[in-house]
């Protein structure tokens, strides 16, 4: 489209029945959160980042981040019905010394949604990023990263190597990447107290008894659990 500048599709949470949300890259800058709403385009189209582009309506000019898409009432066509410079949320538990922003990596293999394999000039080797790709999933983060500062030392979790930030705010956390490394299985439940993990997104201290417990005991039906969705893994 004429005058569009460039736009990268970094991640994506389409639903072709509701409200979509897109964090792209633009011109190789800047980062920009736009949401569009229901029924202006097909689900396959979204999710395939050249398609969204071209269907895009025209970028407005000036300094925002954060863009809504909606029919013109005036001919029923997609246009940008509003953008804002919104002062997203951030991790808030910054205790690890090192920072790097998200411009810096160059971005590789993606391991699950938010994971992915980088490479940075902060660090020698390939790294592991995590991150919130939206505002609301902040909070996850802020949990995990906040588990690590607690592990530190314990060698019970791969290395935090620092924050991501994206213009000033921290959206996500760098971790040593563990390569010999495997899903831990039910076979394994009397060594997984001394197990490396990882994915701790929801986790919380505990000096309830009963209900450490009531989790070990727990514990061999999450190990005979084959989906991998919880991601621990076993040295």
């Keep these: 489209m004429n005058g569009q500048p460039e736009i990268e599709l970094l991640q994506a949470e389409v639903d072709e029945n509701d409200e979509s949300y897109f964090r792209v890259l633009v011109d190789d800058l800047f980062i920009k959160y736009i949401t569009v709403e229901p029924g202006l385009y097909s689900s396959e189209d979204m999710c395939f980042g050249p398609s969204l582009v071209s269907l895009l309506p025209k970028f407005p000019p000036g300094d925002w981040n954060d863009g809504r898409v909606a029919k013109n009432p005036k001919d029923g066509r997609p246009h940008f019905a509003h953008v804002s410079l919104t002062r997203f949320s951030g991790v808030q538990n ?23 394999e980088v490479r940075s000039s902060s660090f020698h080797d390939i790294v592991i990023a995590k991150f919130a790709r939206f505002p609301w999933e902040i909070q996850y983060i802020e949990t995990e990263t906040t588990a690590y500062q607690w592990i530190v030392g314990h060698d019970i979790g791969p290395q935090f190597l620092g924050h991501l930030t994206e213009n000033g705010r921290v959206i996500g956390l760098l971790l040593e990447r563990i390569t010999d490394s495997r899903h831990a299985g039910a076979q394994d439940l009397e060594i997984c107290a001394e197990a490396t993990l990882i994915d701790f997104d929801t986790a919380q201290k505990c000096d309830n008894r009963e209900l450490l417990s009531q989790e070990l005991e727990n514990l061999r039906i999450c190990l005979e659990d084959s989906s991998g969705r919880g991601g621990g893994g076993l040295l």
């Design 94 to 116: 910054t205790w690890h010394e090192t920072f790097v922003d998200y411009s810096d990596l160059v971005v590789g293999r993606k391991l699950r949604t938010g994971i992915y």
